[in-house]
């Protein structure tokens, strides 16, 4: 009996050491998959805005997955310390390669703290995948987040390089309730503001850092209609006020307003007009 015993507790052991063998292959096999030379790829981040998660970029991206070939990749998810863990496959085929980014801190309105997780999320990427080159598409106040960011970063020849950006209801130079009210700004004649918040002023201290002749922009606001010349949030003057900001640093820069209900601020992320022209502007 008790060489039988032996004999099976053997087995048993041969058998659950060749079953960690195999976890352990899949398991390398899995990592691989998650590392590697991705530096012909450009992929195209998506940041959400005050109070958000990945849920008011899913269907952006969605969209973007349906009609435009683009695929989610990754998802970074940034913690409360500017931590990034990367969950998901970035296959070598994968045409248009989308990663969404998450900010657990999602009310964090320090713009040069958020700045820097971002530039965190960017170098794990070039860690992993070697990347060059990224667009983004970024609503609300992850337009901040990313100015700040090139402000800050984009002339750092060690970090992949914009190529491409979305603004999406971008509060520039205020927003309404806040630091903002509807119809007491104007654009002067030169396209500047004629009232400036201080997170415009330092942007306009800083514009010389902003990448000459690299990045593409295009700007989309909302416009209700409903004489308040905003999208409820946000209004025409600081959405628009991007373009004398980026005054001569920028390698094109076009503007669309979306008018009606649809251009609510919250909605221009749920608005399939919105979704077409980010798509074709990245992809097409």
């Known amino acids: 009996m008790k060489i039988k015993f032996t004999k099976r507790l053997g087995l048993v052991i041969t058998a659950v ?65 500017g931590n990034v863990r990367l969950f998901g496959r970035w296959m070598q085929h994968d045409k248009h390669p989308v990663v969404q980014v998450v900010f657990r801190d999602n009310k964090e309105n320090n713009y040069q703290l958020t700045s820097k997780w971002l530039k965190n999320v960017l170098l794990l990427l070039k860690e992993r995948y070697r990347i060059r080159n990224f667009n983004a598409v970024a609503h609300s106040m992850g337009n901040l987040t990313l100015m700040y960011y090139e402000l800050n970063y984009g002339e750092t020849k060690s970090l992949p390089k914009l190529r491409k950006e979305v603004n999406i209801a971008g509060h520039f130079d205020g927003i309404i309730g806040m630091d903002d009210t509807p119809n007491k700004n104007s654009l002067l004649k030169n396209g500047r503001p ?60 076009q503007e669309i307003e979306i008018k009606g209900p649809n251009a609510q601020h919250s909605k221009l992320h749920e608005n399939n007009q919105v979704n077409k022209i980010v798509g074709d502007f990245l992809w097409n």
Not at 32 to 41: E, I, L
Not at 64 to 72: L, T, V, Y
Not at 230 to 250: E, P
């Open 17 to 81: 050491a060749i079953v960690l063998c195999m976890i352990g292959y899949i398991g390398f096999k899995y990592i691989s998959v998650q590392t590697g030379n991705r530096s012909k790829s450009t992929p195209t981040l998506y940041l959400h805005g005050w109070g958000a998660s990945g849920r008011s970029t899913n269907s952006m991206i969605a969209y973007a997955e349906k009609h435009n070939h683009a695929k989610k990749v990754l998802t970074a998810i940034v913690s409360r310390r």
């Open 194 to 253: 004629e009232r400036l918040n201080e997170y415009y002023r330092y942007q306009l201290g800083q514009r010389r850092h902003f990448p000459k002749g690299q990045v593409e922009v295009l700007n989309i606001f909302g416009n209700l209609e409903d004489g308040s010349n905003s999208d409820g949030d946000v209004s025409r003057v600081s959405a628009r006020s991007l373009k004398y900001l980026l005054r001569g640093r920028y390698r094109s820069y």
